[in-house]
């Protein structure tokens, strides 16, 4: 536990748990690169951070693109320097039984929830790697581990996210690699999530 970042990266920065993990690393003076869609969102995200003694970098950006998230990666560190950790908080859902979400909802919560997090690793690792430091932490949940009803696409992404995560873990660790990788299994948080998913 004696890793100190220095910059870090967060996406689904603007709200929730990735807004209280700015803040966090605001408090101990870290440069902060704030990824989320909503402009509004950000710029409050970034008042918190300046608030609480770190740097901000807002970059709107929606995760499930894989190109964007690497300019953002690019742009983060061009203007804060390397990156030092990065966190996956970015994730959308539905809630409904499954026979009433439609395809192109499923996919949507697939594409923003596990592969917005396969992206964000992507564009991490590939730095993290030729330095060998950095970490990765993976905002999980306990729906990863048992699944509940109403949420069958998102419980679905979160073993996804476990699932690769553990791949990678391991890979690293038998590459002897000083790059971590977690997941924070997280506890149901009232977070703002609840008045705006899809119901
Ligand atoms: N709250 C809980 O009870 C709970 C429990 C266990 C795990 N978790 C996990 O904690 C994480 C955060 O949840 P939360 O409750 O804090 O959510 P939240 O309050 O709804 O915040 C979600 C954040 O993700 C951003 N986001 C959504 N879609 C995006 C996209 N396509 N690209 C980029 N950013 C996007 C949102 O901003 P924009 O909409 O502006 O993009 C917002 O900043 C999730 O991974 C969730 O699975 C939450």
Redesign the pocket.
């Known amino acids: 536990m004696s890793f100190e970042p220095r910059v870090v990266v967060i ?10 993990a700015a803040r966090e690393f605001a408090s101990s003076g870290c440069r902060v690169a704030l ?4 402009d509004a ?2 710029a409050a ?1 970034a008042d918190d951070v300046r608030a609480a003694g770190g740097e901000p970098l807002t970059i709107p ?4 693109d894989y190109a964007a998230v690497e300019a953002a990666a690019t742009r983060a560190e061009k203007v804060l320097g390397p990156i030092d950790a990065w966190v ?6 539905v809630f409904a039984p499954f026979e009433q979400i439609a395809a192109a909802e499923f996919r949507r919560v697939t594409e ?2 596990y592969l ?1 997090t396969v992206h964000g690793t992507m564009a991490a690792l590939s730095r993290m790697r030729t330095r060998d430091r950095g970490a990765v932490v993976q ?5 990863g581990a048992r699944s509940i009803p109403l949420q069958s696409a ?1 419980c679905a992404a ?1 073993h996804a996210v476990n699932g690769f995560t553990e791949s990678v873990r391991v890979e690293l660790m038998h590459e002897g690699s000083n790059v971590h990788i977690t997941l924070v ?10 008045s ?2 899809l119901s």
């Open positions: 996406t689904g920065a603007s709200a929730g748990i990735g807004r209280a990824l989320a869609r909503g969102g950000l995200a950006v929606d995760v499930a996956n908080s970015a994730f959308t859902s923003v929830t917005g905002v999980g949940s306990a729906l998102y979160k299994q997280a506890p149901a948080v009232n977070t703002p999530q609840f705006w998913v």
